[in-house]
């Protein structure tokens, strides 16, 4: 009778564990998308161009149909242009928002900025204010002349011993979208004078197709966007993403910190693709990470589409799959899984558990 009870109880654990098993795409019309676990849920945010708003959900199959909430929406005609890529990251105590916007004058560009939220256990409870834009000194900008302020997909990255950086997508001296660093100081939220450190230099962030794309891919000259920071076993990375989202080969690339100086290109080895169109997705790009609800897994989510030509709309979604590591702490992200595969879900989903005491994807 004490094996049944035992045999019993271990499989209705099992058949919850499935119950809570998801499909990708987790989010439809969701793209550059990024998430957190607190308080209990999921968290997530993506690109909605108008304003910013967060879903919600215990179950990450859930967040299809999840609690939606806007947070932020500006009437400030300077700013409130294409609200993209926002993120969602825990400081020094905080929820902070970095995301990308312009004003009504197109030729003024991009710029990243900042939303100041609360200290509260979650981000979508918080009421947000603007924080300001982060753009270095005059000077030390992008473009030819150093002193383009476009940037677009900004974001955090914190390297022990080295300090707090902004890294995010910004013109090269020759006009090319390329990843950028700079120091940035969180008590003042100031940042220090933009590095490239990626430029896109190898053939798959290029693109000689027949029309899709931006005009700059059409010719070959390419792009790099997108950094997200990866930690692991003491290692370091950037995730980025090459080409463009209207091109269907639009993938993943990693940059692994070697050590030095985090400002110079030579301190980053460039790998790639590490994550590319396959099983009926395409364009597979601008990642994030997240770790699971006990902290033992980190999960790559990233924004797909099913159109075989790639498409830059509301027909890309978002996706979630597992990250694995080889024997050497480096990670491998796999293929893109099909619409037909279950997924069990992240480790401590369904527990009371929270690991979301600061910004990082680590374990």
């Known amino acids: 009778m004490r094996s049944f009870k035992v045999l019993s109880v271990i499989g209705l654990l099992a058949q919850v564990n499935r119950s809570l098993g998801f499909y990708n795409p987790i989010r439809k019309g969701a793209a550059d998308p990024a998430m957190v676990w607190a308080d209990g849920n999921y968290h997530l945010t993506y690109t909605s161009a108008t304003h910013i708003q967060i879903t919600k959900s215990p179950t ?20 409130n242009i294409a609200i993209w890529a926002p993120e969602m990251h825990r400081i020094n105590g905080k929820w902070i928002i970095f995301y990308s916007s312009r004003g009504m004058n197109e030729k003024e560009g991009f710029r990243t900025r900042f939303l100041r939220g609360c200290d509260g256990p979650n981000p979508s409870d918080c009421t947000y204010t603007f924080g300001g834009d982060l753009v270095a000194p005059e000077g030390q900008r992008g473009g030819p002349s150093k002193n383009n302020a476009h940037s677009i997909d900004g974001s955090y990255l914190k390297i022990p011993g080295k300090g707090e950086y902004h890294v995010f997508s910004m013109l090269d001296e020759n ?10 100081d969180t008590s003042k939220w100031k940042v220090g004078g933009w590095n490239v450190i990626c430029r896109p230099d190898q053939p798959w962030e290029k693109f000689d197709g027949d029309g899709a794309g931006s005009k700059a891919l059409r010719t070959g000259k390419g792009l790099v966007e997108g950094p997200y920071a990866l930690y692991h076993g003491n290692k370091v990375w950037l995730s980025y993403s090459g080409s463009d989202c209207s091109a269907p080969q639009y993938a993943l690339g990693l940059l692994h910190y070697n050590g030095g ?22 364009g597979t790009g601008h990642n994030s990470f997240f770790s699971s609800p ?7 989510l990233f924004h797909a589409t099913s159109n075989p030509k790639g498409h830059c709309g509301v027909n890309r979604y978002t996706m979630a799959q597992k990250l694995t590591f080889d024997a050497q702490n480096n990670p491998i992200f796999g293929k893109p ?12 989903q369904g527990k009371k558990v929270d690991n979301s005491t600061e910004s990082s994807s680590s374990q």
């Open 261 to 282: 100086d985090p400002l110079k290109a030579s301190s980053w080895d460039k790998t790639g693709p590490v994550l590319s169109s396959a099983n009926g997705h395409y």
């Open 337 to 348: 899984l099909s619409i037909e595969t279950e997924i069990a879900p992240p480790s401590g």
């Open 175 to 184: 006009g090319l979208e390329s990843i950028g660093i700079a120091t940035l």
């Open 294 to 300: 006990d902290g033992t897994e980190i999960w790559n």
């Open 60 to 79: 990450i199959g859930g967040l299809n149909k999840g609690e939606t909430k806007t947070v932020w929406r500006d009437s400030d005609t300077t700013r």
